[in-house]
């Protein structure tokens, strides 16, 4: 939980910066005060809809919480160089982020790599920005509203993210590519 610890003394960092209480940041980001606590306590990674609540919350670009040092244009991520930077497992659905701009400090955009398993809990995610995916491997449930699409390998989805949103995988592992705008 190396990742969850790096991301909770960062969260803890800037909220203190602003002075606000835990309880300030929970009412500014709309999220529960016990997560704002496993949070900072380096006891959960959240999802990244819930991440991009936070960011906001506390004035920050999303790439503030996962980056750790800056690399020259461009950014260039090998396939067989991808480091997994955190996972989401059980509450928050089965996640695991591969981040492909880490690096690029003065980006606007989030591309991940994400690998997700079957998940019993479907939390929609709400949050100002856009949202682009495309399936890499098995197939994917979008939930956007009360509309729901089933992706499959090749297929892609671009959406308004703060319209309450769910992707997921259906019957098993997938793969997608997701790329993630939000403003600060």
């Known amino acids: 939980m190396a990742e969850a610890n ?15 209480t835990q309880e300030q ?14 949070v900072e306590e380096g ?3 959240p999802p990244v809809g819930q991440l991009i609540k936070l ?8 790439g503030t919480f996962m980056d750790d040092q800056f690399h020259p244009d461009p950014v260039v991520v090998r396939k067989s160089e991808r480091k997994e930077e955190a996972s989401s497992k ?10 492909l701009g880490k690096g690029k400090t003065d980006r606007h955009m989030e591309p991940l790599f994400i690998r997700m398993d079957k998940d019993d809990v479907q939390e929609f995610a709400i949050h100002e920005g856009e949202e682009f995916i495309i399936v890499v ?19 892609s989805a671009y959406y308004n993210s703060v319209v309450p949103h769910y992707v997921g995988c259906v019957d098993g592992p997938a793969e997608i590519y997701a790329v993630l705008y939000a403003p600060i």
């Not at 940041?25 to 496993?38: E, F, M, P």
């Not at 059980?90 to 982020?97: A, K, P």
């Not at 491997?137 to 297929?155: H, N, P």
């Open 43 to 45: 006891r959960t990674y």
């Open 90 to 99: 059980g509450d928050f659905g089965n996640y695991q982020y591969f981040p």
């Open 55 to 62: 960011s906001r919350a506390l004035g920050q670009r999303l």
């Open 6 to 20: 790096k991301l909770g003394r960062r969260v803890s960092k800037y909220r203190e910066q602003l002075e606000l």
């Open 137 to 155: 491997s098995g197939k994917v449930i979008v939930k956007y509203g009360k509309q729901e699409t089933i992706l499959e390998e090749g297929d």
């Open 25 to 38: 940041l929970a009412v500014n980001s709309g999220l529960d005060l016990a997560l704002i606590k496993d």
